[in-house]
């Protein structure tokens, strides 16, 4: 990092209160990241606040819809007043509206596009200035192995593939700014989101745990530290040759 960014060292991660985003906060927190707890919901992002102060961190959670570009920029500029300069942001704020095709809405459709591709547009674009005046920056987007397609799950699918063509051209345009932008793309992972796929498949999540595991070669199911970790590697130092790549964090190749 430059002498500036060591100095402010302020990671923003979106959909932080629960789940991936809530491990990802906690582990940057670890690594010395003052961190941004973004969700739409700002109270509900006091639990990650809390658990991150209670080890020693800096944390400050901020409400915000991710669609919304006024919103955004509010969010960031208070970030860069309460926190200072980010020159981390993961991108993970997502919802699921799932169904058959046939079944599907444009709304359902439109929902899912808004947050994840939408979103981390317009998070990234507020951000990326901070990242070039320091003179360093990384960008974590969340993909999916549902990128690959996965039934019942056409928008989710898709805005999830297009985060990775959205990463690869950012990590075109910013690299010369000495910022990275990559993806992460979580196989089955115990979350609140998994548990309502096995909600609507109509199974019990323990067993709809256990089939999945008996699919993967490591023979279980990822955690969200699994993928905060990963996060962590790309967002620090040491990661700074790797740029425009989907990682699958999956326990088994996936193409």
């Given amino acids: 990092m430059t002498e500036q960014s060591t100095a402010t060292r302020v990671a923003v991660v979106t959909g932080a209160a629960r789940g991936l985003g809530a491990a990802t906060a906690v582990r940057l927190a670890a690594d010395g990241y003052a961190v941004a707890v973004l969700d739409l919901d700002e109270a509900a992002g006091k639990d990650t606040v809390d658990r991150i102060t209670a080890a020693g961190g800096r944390a400050l959670a901020v409400g915000a819809d991710v669609s919304d570009a006024e919103q955004v920029q509010a969010a960031v500029d208070r970030v860069v007043a309460e926190l200072g300069a980010p020159v981390v942001l993961v991108n993970n704020a997502g919802v699921l509206r799932d169904n058959l095709l046939f079944k599907m809405s444009e709304s359902d ?50 805005a999830k593939a297009g985060l990775q063509g959205f990463t690869k051209t950012l990590a075109i345009e910013l690299g010369k700014f000495g910022i990275t932008a990559n993806a992460v793309a979580p196989g089955f992972i115990a979350t609140d989101m998994t548990a309502a796929t096995a909600a609507r498949v109509g199974m019990d999540f323990e067993d709809f745990k256990r089939a999945a595991a008996s699919q993967i070669p490591v023979q279980r199911v990822g955690e969200p530290e699994d993928v905060a970790n990963t996060i962590s590697f790309l967002a620090g130092e040491g990661a700074g040759f790797v740029s425009g790549q989907v990682i699958y964090v999956a326990g088994g190749p996936l193409d």
């Fill in 109 to 158: 459709w439109d929902t899912v596009m808004n947050v994840h591709l939408r979103g981390a547009f317009l998070m990234t674009r507020a951000v990326q200035k901070h990242m070039v005046d320091a003179g360093f920056g990384r960008i974590v987007n969340l993909s999916s192995s549902s990128a690959q397609g996965n039934r019942g799950q056409a928008n989710y699918s898709a």
